[in-house]
């Protein structure tokens, strides 16, 4: 997306952003992201910035985890998949009501938690995509990265958040 980003494993999370980035983006993750001790540091960082915060796949269940949510088992989905989103929500400004989008999982979350609306859903999962009341954290059950749809989805991230 022609910004310039820094990679941290979760053992490096800085306590604080101290002004030095306008977004956080989570990715996926092999560690269960249910797991609130192994993303504590993580999690504290997320929920106290100022910045707006962007989950991918496990991202989006870490976020949903750390508003109360809790995830279930599912059957393993890999591969291509159609989702429906809702095209008021300015994340989703540069594509259609139905995305094509790639999935890889087998966690899935059957409701936003308390304060978090789901914005996406599919045939195969009743929450696509979350986003906080406040608007700042959003997340995707999706990999964006490897799609066309996906990638403008990002694209709607990095224009209308930062």
């Given at each position: 997306m022609g910004s310039r980003t820094d990679t941290v494993d979760t053992a490096s999370v800085?306590?604080?952003?101290?002004?030095?980035y306008q977004a956080i983006v989570l990715?996926?993750?092999?560690?269960?992201?249910?797991?609130?001790?192994?993303?504590?540091?993580?999690?504290?960082?997320?929920?106290?910035?100022d910045v707006p915060?962007?989950?991918?796949?496990?991202?989006?269940?870490?976020?949903?985890?750390?508003?109360?949510?809790?995830?279930?088992?599912?059957?393993?989905?890999?591969?291509?998949?159609?989702?429906?989103?809702?095209t008021e929500e300015p994340l989703f400004a540069h594509v259609r009501p139905t995305v094509t989008l790639f999935q890889r999982h087998t966690l899935y979350l059957r409701r936003a938690p308390r304060g978090f609306r789901v914005i996406g859903r599919s045939e195969h999962a009743p929450v696509e995509?979350?986003?906080?009341?406040?608007?700042?954290?959003?997340?995707?059950?999706a990999h964006l990265e490897y799609r066309t749809d996906g990638r403008e989805i990002l694209r709607g991230f990095t224009r209308f958040y930062l």
């Open positions: 800085p306590s604080r952003l101290q002004g030095r990715s996926g993750t092999k560690v269960r992201a249910h797991d609130r001790e192994h993303y504590g540091s993580l999690i504290d960082l997320v929920m106290t910035a915060v962007l989950g991918i796949c496990g991202g989006m269940q870490i976020l949903a985890v750390a508003g109360g949510g809790s995830l279930s088992q599912g059957p393993q989905r890999v591969g291509r998949s159609e989702v429906q989103v809702d995509f979350i986003r906080s009341d406040d608007g700042r954290l959003v997340g995707s059950q």
